[in-house]
């Protein structure tokens, strides 16, 4: 595991990123940040990627609003923190980047120019607490406007006009 994505929520120093033959994006069910960690395909280079990360997303909210009606906290961690992973895939690929420091993803979200207001604020609580139901309605709102964000994107590339 590279020391850049070394961080509590999402893997310990000596961690390995086993091989996947899964189709795009399904391996990021198995291994956070699988793309940006192998580099094979490079997602972020292609926004027409995203919607897929956002279908995980969808997945992951069913299972979290099950959990959090059964106010089963333990249950909801494991999927929360995979939607965690992809938000932050999200909002890097959103900008033409791969996620690079999830060990300082504070400073990584700082420098994209593309992203929902008070992100890192509104992250800094999903982090500390990711098996709230509060962070889960956060999440859920930072997804829905990145989405919208991606939209956005999309509709200003086609009028050639700049991205960010």
Not at 40 to 51: D, G, L
Not at 66 to 89: H, Q
Not at 133 to 141: A, K, P, R, T
Request: glycine share 4%; proline share 7%.
């Amino acid at each position: 595991m590279p020391n850049e994505f070394v961080h509590p929520l999402f893997f310990r120093l000596g961690d390995n990123v086993p091989a996947s033959d899964a189709p795009f994006p399904e391996a990021m069910k198995h291994v956070y940040f699988y793309y940006d960690i192998v580099g094979i395909p490079a997602p972020w280079e292609e926004i027409e990627s995203i919607p897929a990360v956002f279908k995980l997303w969808y997945e992951e909210r069913e299972r979290l609003e099950s959990c959090f009606a059964k106010r089963d906290r333990t249950s909801a961690r494991e999927p929360m923190i995979r939607g965690i992973s992809y938000f932050l895939v999200c909002l890097h690929w959103l900008n033409g980047k791969r996620v690079e420091r999830v060990k300082e993803w504070e400073k990584e979200i700082a420098t994209l120019a593309v992203k929902p207001v008070n992100a890192i604020e509104r992250l800094q609580f999903i982090f500390a607490r990711p098996d709230l139901y509060h962070s889960f309605i956060q999440l859920s709102e930072l997804f829905s406007e990145t989405e919208k964000l991606y939209y956005k994107t999309l509709v200003k590339r086609k009028k050639g006009m700049s991205p960010r």
